[in-house]
Each structure stands twice: as structure tokens, then as C-alpha cells.
């Protein structure tokens, strides 16, 4: 969620560690710091609330310059969002830090210190991170040292960067649960949280693995693993452009997008799950307390957030064994709903400004609900501002007016509040482990899905002349099939609906005939055997089925049937995100057979402002 940076060089930084914040604004954060050791070797700090911009003003008003520093940009976790709470933290003798992460154990670290003389200016975890490393300095006189030292006494999961005027020429780095990179120059040498920050330096990266210490100086680079053995990690030639933004490779900014989701889920997960575990302030400080209370969940969105949260339901209940109620954000708003008792009420939205969702909102805080917590890919946005709790997507830019990495990163996200709540109403620490590692293998398994590209690209030519689709699924697969019929309709325009595969009988069959394409999801699930029958029927009148199905699931390619096959052993918990996938680039593909307009389809708006 929060932003690193850091550098070491023969020319000033400053520069270089403000450039690389703002590639990470994307990231989310409420305020930005820096500090840098100057030509006299005194430690300055200039810290600011808000945007990068504000710190860049504050710099110009007070200018620091400096050949070794570390920035950072941070999203309240422990304290609220203001100076003081700002990274870097600082401790005796000039030492500094930035810290992506949560310390769990930090309370009892901050007794132990207030017991040694540290006073404390913060209510943050990463300040007791600071005091530690000099305590340990001081005994053992060398800053990689006090860094390993430290590092051993902390629960949770962090990535850390520091810097001592005691040793002017190095930056230390650790990384246990969060992502920390180095960047390779020529005689100088840099880190961040992301590779995008540093792109305008240097394209050639080194990349910590977990429980990595390391020292980065002007011309060398020394890491140490868990086990305390001396390795070397392989640099990486980087092929993204400074320009990250642009399309690259990719016809259509949606297609990149597209092929961007396993890096935006494994980008959700960072920071809040460790060691099995789901941090218990991934959704803020009071999270805990809520989630503990809440009897009842509320969601309430709008287009394909509806889709995530009518998913959400099902686990919520299944699962969490918690009731939930999905509801159209338009529709929510003029009404009078009933509130349970202690409900928690859940807004999505891709950009927090949604103007339904937002009014949504709006009425809840007057209507007695427990909390409320959006999930945004915004974090400037005012959902964001106004809810009681906050879990950002971390998509990243999404520049496609049709969703497809904005939403599976919603679903990551309500998936991590599954986790949240069962912990609390239904669960024990076995049955956290076993979700947090099904979450854990969405990204690998949605690349492994995205190999099917070629094949969904020649089956994208059978609808290219359709005029209506139908798209089938069963549980938590239903909501999968309207985001599908969406998809098509949003950027083919393609009259597409979704129906539980149960409903057919019920009037859609009227529809079927051999010029109506059926696109089925079929995972290997308790509801297997049911969807089967219902494509029976559709088959007996003479439909055309399209069946992404699970190896295992029993299906066979026969006249009128197309079976495409997904990836194994994928388990409920993981189908909606996985099965997402081939529905994005079937609607892809066949938009651009037709020739539309992929990116910016006719008559629709990225956020939706208006009433």
C-alpha cells in the first residue's frame, strides 16, 4: 500500500527519491516524507500530509539536498494520518526509516523501549521499528548488524529501508511479507517498493526474497538470508518502458489490463497476509473490534462491483456463516431497508465516486449500521474519506472504461474480508491457514489461465456475427456469468444476460436455438452435477454450448458442444477470480473482430459521477 524509496549516489537525490513517489501515488497514501543525510552530514527531514505535491511545495519553502536518503509515502494504518505520524521516523543520533508493513508485536516492543529512556513522538508501529535498530546499534556498532538484530525480534510482515549518519554511505534494506527491490546503476545504487519508481534510473533490478537483509552501497550490494548465509540474487534486465502507463505491447489498453491481474492480486495480498495469517489491521486499526461485533454484512454497489459483491455473499454466508444482503447501490437509496442489529455496511467501487454509491453511504451513517468499509481503488476518493474502514484493491491504473483488474481485485479483497470474519464467527487459526493459501495461489493460476489467449481468440470468431449470448452458472459462479454477459455487452455490443443455469426451464429456454451461443462456467464443485442437467436441456433444443469446464468435470467436445479447458484443482474459494479470466478475453476478442471501440466503448464513462 505505502511506497518506498531510496538511493545512494554521487549527486543529489532529492530529485530521484520525488520522481520516484510519484510513480507510486497509484498505490494509495495520505501523506509523504523524506530524509537525507547533507553535505554536513546532519540528518534533515522534511515530512507533509497529503499529496506529493505538498511535500515538493514544503521543499521548495525549506530545500535539502543530499547523496544518501529514503522517502516514503504512507496510508494510516497505526495513528492517524498527520506530520508527526509521517515516515521517515527518526531515532537518536540520526538514524531514519520507512516501513511498508504492519508490526503486530509492537506494543510490547514500545514497553520494553519506553523501559530503556526511548521517548516516543508517534503513535505508529514503524517508530518502535527506528528505536530498535538503535538500541541494537549501540551494542553492536554496526547498522546491518543492529538491522539483522531487529528484524528477528518482529511479528508481521514489513519491508524496511534505513539509513544512520553513523554510516553515510549505505542503505540497509530488510524484507519479510512485502515486496523491496534494488536498482542497479553505475556507481550509484537505489531501492524502492516497486520497479515503476525507478524506471527514470535504471532498468536493472535485483529482487530481495523473504527474509532477505541487505546492503546497498555506491558500487556493491550484500545480502544476507534468513539462515544468515551470504547469497547472491540475480539482477533482472527490466522490460518496462519509464513510461508504464502506455500500452506497450498490447493493441488495447484492456488487453494489458487483462494480463496485468496476477500481478494486481499478488499486489492486494502484499503487506496483509503473513505466515498464513491475515493481518488484523489489513482493514485498519479497529477492524478487529468491528469484524468481532458485526452479526449481519450490507453490501452495496453498483455494475460490475454489484458482480464482486453478490460472489462475497455466497462465501459470507457459507463460510463466515454470517447473513449478507447484495444490493444495487440505485436502488438502495430510495428505499427505507430494514437494519439488523450490529450489520456492517459494505460499499464497492472502482473509483470512490461513484455517485449512487456514494449516496449509498451517505444514508447509511444515518441509519444505525455498525461501520462501514469501502473497497476502492482509489485512495483519494471520497468513499474512501468517509468510511469507518478502507481496503484499497491496488489495481493500479485502470485505463479500459470496461473493468477486468479492478474487479478481481475486488473479489481479492473481499475474499481477505471472508477471512477477516470467519476468524471471528466461524473459524479456528487451521481454517485461516487454508483460505490464506488458496488466495495465495489465485495469481498463479490466473496465469496459468491467461495461456488459454490463443484459443479463446480463434473461438472468438464463431460469435462474431451474433446478435444475442446467454452465459450460465451455478453459486458463486452465477454472479461470474453476469459479469461475462457484461463484459460482452459493455464492448461488443452484443445483447448478452446471465441466468443461474437452474433458471432455464423457467422461461430463457424460449431463447434457444442454434443461433444463441450458451457460455457456461463449470468448475468441479458440489453443483457439477446439477449444471450438467441443466445444459442438457439446452442441448436438447438445439443450443450451441461453450463450456470452460475443469478437466476433472467430465465434459466431452462433441457436435454442438465446445469444451475449453481451464486449469486444475481449482477450488471453490478460488473459481470466481480464476474463471473471470477466459469470460474478459472472449469479450475482447470478439470486440475486436466486430471493430469497436475496445477501450472507450460508445456511450459508457470510466467512473460514474452522475445519478
Known amino acids: 500500500m505505502c511506497g518506498i524509496v531510496g538511493a545512494v549516489a554521487e549527486r543529489n537525490i532529492v530529485p530521484i527519491l520525488l520522481e520516484g513517489l510519484r510513480r507510486l501515488e497509484y498505490r494509495g497514501y495520505d501523506s509523504a516524507g523524506l530524509a537525507v543525510l547533507d553535505a554536513d552530514m546532519h540528518l534533515a527531514r522534511v515530512r507533509t500530509v497529503g499529496k506529493v505535491k505538498a511535500l515538493e511545495q514544503a521543499l521548495e519553502q525549506q530545500p535539502v539536498a543530499g547523496r544518501l536518503g529514503i ?25 531514519a526509516i520507512v516501513h511498508n508493513g504492519i508490526i503486530e508485536n509492537h506494543e510490547e516492543l514500545r514497553t520494553d523501549l519506553q523501559r ?13 521499528i527506528a528505536h530498535r535498530i538503535h538500541f541494537h546499534l549501540a551494542t553492536l556498532g554496526d547498522l546491518f548488524k543492529a538491522v539483522r538484530a531487529t528484524v528477528a525480534e518482529l511479528e508481521g510482515a514489513f519491508a524496511l529501508a534505513v539509513v544512520s549518519a553513523a554510516t553515510p554511505d549505505r542503505v540497509i534494506l530488510a524484507r519479510e511479507g512485502c515486496p523491496v527491490v534494488i536498482g542497479i546503476g553505475v556507481g550509484e545504487n537505489f531501492v524502492a517498493s ?15 526474497e523473504e527474509g532477505d537483509v541487505a546492503e546497498v552501497g555506491l558500487t556493491s550490494v550484500r545480502i544476507i538470508d534468513r539462515e544468515g548465509n551470504l547469497v547472491e540474487r540475480p539482477a533482472h534486465e527490466s522490460d518496462l518502458s519509464a513510461d508504464a502507463a502506455e500500452k506497450g505491447q498490447y493493441r488495447h489498453f484492456m488487453l494489458k489490463e487483462i494480463h496485468e491481474q496476477p500481478r ?24 478487529s473490534e468491528i469484524f468481532r461485533r458485526a452479526e449481519h454484512v450490507h453490501i452495496v454497489a453498483c455494475g460490475t462491483s454489484f458482480h464482486a459483491g453478490a460472489v462475497a455473499r455466497y462465501f459470507i454466508e457459507q463460510i463466515c456463516k454470517l447473513p449478507c444482503s447484495v444490493e444495487i447501490a440505485s436502488e438502495y437509496r430510495y428505499r427505507n431497508p430494514v437494519v439488523p442489529r450490529n450489520s456492517l455496511f459494505v460499499t464497492i467501487s472502482q473509483s470512490g465516486e461513484t455517485a449512487d454509491t456514494l449516496a449509498a453511504l451517505r444514508l447509511a451513517k444515518q441509519a444505525g449500521y455498525l461501520a462501514s468499509l469501502a473497497i476502492c481503488n482509489q485512495p483519494e476518493s471520497s468513499l474512501v474519506r468517509e468510511s469507518d474502514l478502507v481496503m484499497l484493491t491496488r489495481a493500479g491504473p485502470e485505463i479500459g472504461v470496461a473493468s477486468t483488474k479492478a474487479f478481481t481485485t475486488q473479489l481479492m479483497a473481499l475474499s481477505m474480508l471472508v477471512v477477516a470474519l470467519t476468524k471471528y464467527h466461524a473459524g479456528d487459526a487451521e481454517r485461516e491457514r487454508g483460505l490464506i493459501a488458496r488466495l495465495i495461489e489465485i495469481p498463479a493460476l490466473i496465469e496459468k489461465t491467461l495461456t488459454l489467449d490463443p484459443v479463446i481468440h480463434r473461438l472468438a470468431e464463431r460469435f462474431a456475427d451474433k446478435h444475442h449470448a446467454l452465459f450460465l452458472g451455478r453459486g458463486a459462479l452465477h454472479p461470474i456469468a453476469m459479469e461475462g454477459a457484461l463484459k460482452l455487452k459493455e464492448i461488443s455490443y452484443i445483447h448478452a444476460e446471465a441466468y ?26 458440489d453443483l457439477l452435477e ?59 476478442h470478439v470486440a475486436v473482430l466486430k471493430g469497436t471501440d475496445v477501450d472507450q466503448p460508445r456511450n459508457l464513462a470510466k467512473s460514474v459521477t452522475v445519478e
Not at 521516523?89 to 538514524?95: E, M
Not at 530503556?116 to 517508530?127: A, C, I, R, V
Not at 458442444?561 to 474478459?584: D, E, G, N, W
Open 264 to 287: 494486481a492480486l499478488a499486489n492486494t495480498l502484499q503487506e496483509r497476509v503473513a505466515n498464513g495469517r491475515l493481518l488484523d489491521a489489513a482493514f485498519g486499526p479497529t477492524a
Open 116 to 128: 530503556l529512556g526511548y521517548e516516543f513522538t508517534s503513535e505508529t508501529d514503524t517508530e518502535v
Open 500 to 525: 443461474p443455469a437452474g433458471e432455464l426451464k423457467h422461461g430463457p429456454l424460449a431463447l434457444v436455438d442454434a443461433d444463441m451461443p450458451v457460455i457456461t462456467v463449470a468448475p468441479n464443485n
Open 71 to 95: 522517502a516514503h509515502t504512507r496510508w494510516a494504518t497505526h495513528g492517524v494520518p498527520n506530520e508527526r505520524n509521517a515516515h521517515p521516523h527518526v531515532s537518536r543520533d540520526g538514524l
Open 194 to 208: 516497486d520497479v515503476a519508481a525507478l524506471l527514470p534510473v535504471t532498468r536493472r533490478f535485483v529482487f530481495m
Open 530 to 588: 446439477k449444471l450438467k442437467s441443466n445444459l442438457m436441456e439446452v442441448r436438447a433444443r438445439g443450443g450451441e454450448l461453450y463450456v470452460f469446464a475443469d478437466p476433472e468435470a467430465g465434459f466431452e467436445p462433441s457436435d454442438g458442444v465446445t469444451v475449453i479447458q481451464m486449469p486444475k484443482h481449482v477450488s471453490y474459494f478460488q473459481a470466481p477470480a480464476v474463471y473471470t479470466i477466459p469470460l474478459q478475453l472472449l469479450s475482447y
